[in-house]
């Protein structure tokens, strides 16, 4: 029977079977006539028969599982397979952690088993992860988050009183007193309320009301679920969505995943990556005809190109928002980021309050806050908030229903946005620290971003816009025919080849333009500036010396 069922097997199935199956006592296979494989027992025993044998498992044998099929029958087939998996998937990408990374990963592991490279070290400036560059945390968010996660250590005197104070506040608000509890599905009270209440310090007393505040798993959480509800129609009546390209990959990466149409507009390069009304206007006309567009997104400051948007210029994209019918979708994680001197953030909410009941009765708006950056850095926490603007009242109830089948946030997380919002304030035992040790990193990051934009705008072949905030720069390169026509030759995008060659070379990890979006013709690369000061000066020291190179190479 065994014997049989290994004749049915194909040569080439039966050229992969190893000799390692004799450990079940079974079976060994060596060549038979006419391509038909030869069985022989390898048990010393002869009290194993071919039906013994013939019970055991293909898994305990090593046998693949084609050879054990019962009663001739065909062999089952996966399930799930590439071609049977849901397609929008497969049209995802997410450029941030794509193959550049993966084998940036792959470069360390080699550097670790001794292998020999031209570099000494891996050093990563793909993502915005401070904490993974070296940005040390903020002092009290952790002594709360420790006192919370730790509640016997709030009888330990060297903790301030005035994060114990915060952690008993954050352990009442949970049930059973306890972290590890499932909060609300839209967040905590206690911690809605101090997010109203930061929103509406910030904006200068527009209120803000807690029951329009929903905590989410990081910003990507609340833009992807407020995409959810936008997404809907068939074939011309397809929802379109606008994003700036370049753009952060989750827009494009979510809205594949959704099936929805993705409307580009152009940032203009020239003019410091701004938005250009005109441009809106034209990605949305020639849009209309394929799809119906209803939102658009924007990033400010700018990610992945660092741009600080003015009044002026948010102004002019609600008003067209309000024109044309668009939902406004406002990511604003970078908030603190501002390093440029005339620059200033100003949030959609506040300018759209500002400009009186035309327009703040009436344009919905969506806007998205994170833990993971600003001068907090705390990305893994994976803290956030969303808050709504003017939305239709049972589409709000349908909000709180899908964020409910998630059942929430995770409350660490809620809990560190609670601490984001209501620092230590003015005559509280940690303010002073909690001050120095923002502004101290804040400071840093002014400094990495002009450093930046001074050193590559050295380099021949490479131009940088001023980096005005958030904490990304999105040079442009130059990059020769000749070097062109290789990187068309192997399946490549250019600025992936060059970013491909540079990693090999230096050991420096960036992300190509193309990954973002660019104008046909151009290529860039965003890197962070988050490295800490000395690396990110040899950083930039070997991005030089390799453009350099690789111009001269392919000139």
Known sequence: MAAARIARLSPGKVARLSLTQSRCGALAVSGGRGGVPAVRSLTSSPLVSARAMSGLSATRCGLPKESVAENGAPPRGKVLTIDTMNPTVKMVEYAVRGPIVQRAVELEKELSEGRKKPFQEVIKANIGDAHAMGQQPITFFRQVLALCSYPELLNDSTFPEDAKSRARRILQSCSGNSMGSYSASQGIDSVRQDVARYVQQRDGGVYCDPDNIYLTTGASDGIVTMLKLLVCGEGASRTGVMISIPQYPLYSAALAELGAVQINYYLNEEACWSMDIGELQRALDEARSHCNPRALCIINPGNPTGQVQNRKCIEDVIRFAAKERLFLMADEVYQDNVYADGCEFHSFKKVLFEMGPEYSNTVELASFHSTSKCYMGECGFRGGYMEIINMDDEVKAQLTKLVSVRLCPPVPGQALMGLVVNPPQPGEPSHENFIKERTATLSALAD????????????????????????????????????????????????????????????????????????????????????????????????????????????
Do not use: W
Request: charged letters at 20%.
């Open 448 to 555: 990495k971003a002009r450093l930046t934009e001074e050193v590559l705008n050295t380099v021949p072949g490479i131009s940088c816009n001023p980096v005005q905030g958030a904490m990304y720069s999105f040079p442009r390169i130059s990059i020769p025919e000749k070097a062109v026509k290789e990187a068309t030759g192997q399946g490549q995008q250019p600025d992936m080849f060059y970013c491909m060659r540079l990693l090999e070379e230096t050991g420096i990890c960036l992300v190509p333009g193309s990954g973002f979006g660019q104008k046909d013709g151009t290529y860039h690369f965003r890197m962070t500036i988050l490295p800490p000061a000395d690396k990110l000066k040899i950083l930039l020291s070997k991005v030089k010396e390799f453009h350099q190179r690789f111009t001269k190479q392919y000139s």
